[in-house]
């Protein structure tokens, strides 16, 4: 459903990481899919192979082991799979290096029959997390000029690149300015998480260019103290690897542990006095971990409950 509306207001299409959920996204009626990852394992590229069948499905490699066996499932499925050369920019993650290495792959991936060199991918995940503008856009900068140089590697050998794809919520406006992006990748805007909340605008205030939008309802199950307040979500109910939730829209409350069923809070002056019973919103320090906990959206608007929404692709591992 959020593919869906998002298309409907201009993306192309959306991104995934897994077979799994690009499956779950296609039969949901998304016709055109990123798979920003590298798939390895005789059933998932054939199911990958069966997707392309169905819907455009592109797909990453960094070494010359994917091109091959991608080269041979395309080839026995009777599909031509377009391919992405993912190029490390920062992350040292995935990806091969800018420059020759990237050239080598590319110019292998263009002369297969089977698939078809679309173009590069570079997404810079860590650079989005550093909470200083200047230091986002300087990483986002030396991106950029590792892949304008590599670019100008594969004109010269007569490759065309007409895609470069990466990017995302924290550095999405210098990619798009960088003038060697065609594409960008935000997908956290959506629900805009507590970290992202984090990141620091060019005066030195948070940023906030999208709303908050996702929140887990939570119940004040304790009040030990006139200083603190346990809450029924824990970690079975957030994801707290980047960081713990805030409470929304209460100052002088904060959320500061997690255990599994318990969340401690800590009231200063709050502008409200919490009692047991009362209801609470927690923006999650991580949406994606977060929403994979779940089965339900439940869409509200103006305190109503307007739409519940399956989460298809939760669990989704393979």
């Known amino acids: 459903m959020i593919a869906l509306r998002q298309i409907a207001l201009g993306a192309v299409g959306v991104c995934c990481q897994k077979v799994s959920e690009a499956e779950a996204m296609v039969y949901g009626g998304v016709r055109d899919v ?5 798939i390895v394992g005789r059933n998932k590229l054939a199911r990958l192979a069966g997707l392309a069948k169905q819907a455009r499905i592109a797909v990453c490699a960094d070494h010359l082991r994917h091109v091959e066996d991608l080269e041979e499932t395309a080839s026995f499925f009777g ?30 991936i ?22 200083e503008f ?20 594969l004109r010269r050998h007569d490759i065309a690149c ?58 004040v199950m304790s ?38 069923e318990h969340g401690k809070l800590t009231l200063q002056s709050p502008d409200r006095p919490l009692r047991i019973g009362d209801k609470l919103l927690l923006v999650p320090g991580h949406c994606d971990p977060t929403v994979n906990l779940y089965d339900w959206y439940v869409g509200i608007r103006a305190s109503r409950v307007e739409a519940l929404w399956p989460i298809t692709a939760r669990g989704a591992v393979a």
């Open 223 to 260: 009040r030990p103290t006139q200083e603190r307040a346990v809450v029924d979500a824990g970690l079975k109910a957030l994801s707290v690897d980047s960081g713990m939730p805030f409470v929304f829209g209460a100052s002088g409350v904060e959320y500061v542990r997690a255990a599994d």
């Open 162 to 219: 007409d895609n470069v794809t990466g990017g995302g919520t924290g550095t999405y406006n210098f990619e798009a300015d960088s003038g060697v992006f065609t594409e960008i990748q935000p997908g956290s805007y959506v629900f805009m998480d507590a970290d992202y909340g984090r990141n620091l605008g060019a005066d030195g205030r948070p940023i906030m260019d999208f709303a908050h939008a996702l929140f887990v309802y939570t119940t």
């Open 110 to 131: 263009s002369r297969s029959r089977a698939l078809r060199f679309a173009g590069i991918q570079a997404y810079y995940g860590s650079a989005q997390h550093l909470r």
């Open 34 to 38: 990123l798979i920003t990852n590298e």
């Open 134 to 153: 200047g230091e986002r856009h300087a990483a986002t900068d030396r991106a950029s000029l590792s892949l304008r140089l590599t670019l100008e590697l």
């Open 79 to 108: 599909v031509q799979l377009p391919v992405l050369v993912e190029v490390n920019v920062g992350s040292d993650r995935c990806g091969v290096e800018p420059g020759e290495p990237a050239l080598t792959l590319a110019e292998r």
